[in-house]
């Protein structure tokens, strides 16, 4: 996998974090910098270390697994989890659930830790894709750390600003994303 699928792959993972951070926005009464850089630390180590764990995974999966055919059905694995994970996006957008709204001086930590853990699942599986599909584990980390203070910071000041509303087309863009790296896999790697 080139490194503009994997940014594409990253970035489609990201925006999920963005609609989660832009519905936290919406609530503070202010942003606060050193909130806001805790949250950054705090999701960006979570996200780099569900990713490394999940190549890391796929990684002893193929080592054990010798087979001829175990590289095409890692790729096969891996393209399903890309497509599974943009119709979850895709869902929640479809969903749209409501965001309970209450002004709040300072969201606490255990919000975004709880966060931090839901998001983690969906890296964990997108790491195993990337794994199996033998990424650059560098330069995987590296974009996961670089999308993830992004899109918090962008997350944060777009619902603080703005509201909730966006959070479905970000579910959106980060489907149609996640979907079409499933399929960019399946037609260049696996046929």
């Keep these: 996998m080139n490194w503009i699928e994997m940014l594409m792959v990253t970035l489609g993972l990201s925006l999920d974090i963005f609609a989660a951070v832009e ?82 001086e300072n969201l606490g930590i255990q919000i975004f830790l709880r966060m931090a853990a839901v998001v983690s699942i969906y890296t964990l599986l997108t790491g195993i894709a990337f794994g199996f599909l033998d990424c650059d584990v560098l330069l995987m980390l590296l974009m996961i750390v670089i999308f993830t203070v992004v899109v918090v910071v962008l997350g944060m000041y777009t619902g603080y600003r703005f509201g909730f509303e966006q959070k479905t087309k970000a579910y959106i863009a980060g489907g149609i994303l996640l979907i079409a790296g499933g399929i960019d896999v399946v037609v260049r790697y696996v046929f």
Excluded: P
């Excluded at 180590?45 to 010798?66: K, N, P, T, V």
């Design 23 to 104: 519905c936290q926005g919406a609530l503070v009464a202010q942003v606060r910098k050193r909130h806001l850089v805790l949250i950054c630390a705090l999701l960006s180590l979570w996200q780099m270390a569900a990713l490394y764990l999940g190549s890391f995974i796929a990684e002893l999966l193929c080592r054990y697994d010798l087979r001829d055919d175990s590289l095409v059905t890692g790729r096969i694995l891996a393209s399903a989890i890309l497509i599974c994970l943009g119709v979850r996006l895709i869902r929640k957008a479809w969903k749209n659930d409501g965001v309970e709204e209450r002004r709040a």
